[in-house]
Each structure stands twice: as structure tokens, then as C-alpha cells.
């Protein structure tokens, strides 16, 4: 076998164990990061706590408190990573699966911590360190530390936290959720109308989105869908007031600047939810 045959076949070898050890390597990683949540151990700082509550014991807590950990990991999704990252949600998904991540979370737990190392973080948190200084100026950014989670404070910080949380809400799913998820899904979804009414126009006493997606400003689109139908309903009643009562629909005034929509019970969101979504 001539010599170049050789180097190229070393090279061959050292690139399958650099891909064997990586696929390893994750693999390890997602285990690890699996039990900690499934064997979640409850603090002293959280035994203290239960001391001063009533009618929850330490199991009940621990339990709790690994469900709402999985919600949250679930609901998770990859325009959320993807403002991290500082790249479109599909964008973000294809930068996870490169590296051989499936699940938005899982990949950004795996860039924040401080036992993975080696060259896929290194060049992950480049390309992201990268786009803040292209797009703010390298003088102007300011990264307090030299871990992960500093960078992506630092990418919090400089775009502002606009949108920067994806709100969602699976209602069939939250249906058999605990309470304090269905409560926090309750307020996403007033989160979501909310953001809803800064994209609200107002011509000829009617109402108009500036928007056609609800990804434009980080909503799910059956939120999106229920908040267009609460302004499409709104303008027919407008429509049947100026036959009834001109004069009304001509003085009144639409303005949005401080209408917000405060919805803390599920049982509330439930109602509009299905009375809006298929109008």
C-alpha cells in the first residue's frame, strides 16, 4: 500500500473514533442530564420552605417539582433557542441536530454547562459570541465572565428581551396539567394577546394586525388564531353598531395603548380559547 494510502487511511480511522467518542459523548451527556431531573433531590433550602406550607408533603413537592421541570423542557422550543443563539428557529434546529441534538433544551443545557468541553461547545459559542459582535459592535458589547450562561446573558442584555420568550400553549395537554401549570399557561396566553396589541392599527374606527404570523412576535399560531378572532369579532360588532347607533361608533375611541389583557385563570383562558379559536 503506497504512503498516502496509509495517511488516508489514518485519517479515516481517527475521524470514525472522533465521531464514535462525540455520539458518546452526548449520549452520556442526555443520560446524566435525564437523571438529575428524574432523581431530583429536595434541598435544604426547600425542606425549609415546606416547613412554613401546609398540606405538602416532601414527595408531593419532589414530584411536583420534576413535572414542572419536564413542562417546561417540553414547551420549550426552538424559536427560544434560537434567540440564544441569535438565529431563526429553524436555523437553531438545524445548528442542535449537527451536533446531534434533537431537543432545543437539552442542546442549550448542553452549551450552558461547565462539565462539557472540547470542540463542539468551543465552536458553538464562537459562532454565537461571533453574531453579537457583528450585529451590536464588537466595543460596545459587554459579556461579564467567560462561561456560556455569561454569553447568553450578554445576548439577553443587547437584544433586549424583546420576544425573546416563545409563548405557547397546548390546551388539550394543560387540560391534565397541576394547577400552577395551567395557571402559567393562563398567563402566557395573556402574555400573548398582549404582545398582540402593539401590532393593532386603527383606521376608520376598525381594527387591523400589522402582522400575518404569530412567529413574528413569538407567539404559536393558535394563539395568533384566537387573537385574530377577538378583533375580527370585535370590528362585525362595530359594523352592526354603525347600523344601529352611527353616532357611537363614530365618537368612540379604539385606541390600544392601554388595553391589556389579564388572564390569570385557566378555567378563563379555556372559555376564550374555544370560543375564539375556530370563529
Not at 127 to 149: E, M, P, T, W
Not at 150 to 175: G, I, N, P
Amino acid at each position: 500500500m503506497k504512503h498516502s494510502h496509509y495517511l488516508i487511511l489514518i485519517a479515516l480511522l481517527l475521524s470514525a473514533c472522533n465521531s464514535y467518542d462525540h455520539e458518546s459523548y452526548i449520549a452520556q451527556f442526555k443520560a446524566d442530564f435525564d437523571n438529575e431531573i428524574n432523581n431530583y433531590q429536595v434541598s435544604a433550602q426547600d425542606s425549609a420552605r415546606l416547613l412554613k406550607t401546609n398540606g405538602q408533603s416532601i414527595q408531593e413537592f419532589r414530584t411536583e417539582k420534576i413535572a414542572n421541570d419536564r413542562f417546561y423542557i417540553d414547551n420549550y422550543s426552538w424559536y427560544q433557542l434560537g434567540k440564544n443563539l441569535m438565529l431563526s428557529p429553524k436555523e437553531a434546529q438545524v445548528e442542535a441536530n449537527k451536533y446531534g441534538f434533537n431537543r432545543p433544551y437539552y442542546f442549550l443545557e448542553f452549551l450552558k454547562s461547565k462539565d462539557t468541553k472540547g470542540p463542539v461547545k468551543r465552536q458553538a459559542m464562537n459562532d454565537v459570541r461571533n453574531r453579537l459582535y457583528n450585529k451590536h459592535g464588537k466595543d460596545s458589547v459587554q459579556i461579564f465572565g467567560c462561561d456560556a450562561s455569561d454569553l447568553f446573558r450578554a445576548v439577553k442584555r443587547h437584544e433586549k428581551y424583546e420576544y425573546f420568550f416563545f409563548l405557547k400553549v397546548d390546551f388539550e395537554k394543560v387540560k391534565n396539567a397541576s394547577d400552577k401549570q395551567k395557571k402559567v399557561a393562563a398567563q402566557m396566553m395573556g402574555g400573548a394577546l398582549n404582545r398582540l396589541t402593539e401590532k393593532l392599527e386603527v383606521k376608520d374606527n376598525r381594527y387591523y394586525l400589522t402582522i400575518s404570523k404569530g412567529e413574528e412576535i413569538g407567539i404559536s399560531e393558535n394563539l395568533f388564531t384566537v387573537g385574530k378572532n377577538i378583533y375580527i369579532k370585535m370590528n362585525e360588532h362595530l359594523d352592526s353598531l354603525e347600523v344601529t347607533n352611527p353616532e357611537f361608533v363614530e365618537k368612540v375611541d379604539l385606541g390600544t395603548q392601554n388595553a391589556k389583557f389579564r388572564i390569570n385563570k385557566w378555567e378563563d383562558a379555556l372559555k376564550m380559547y374555544e370560543y375564539y379559536i375556530d370563529k
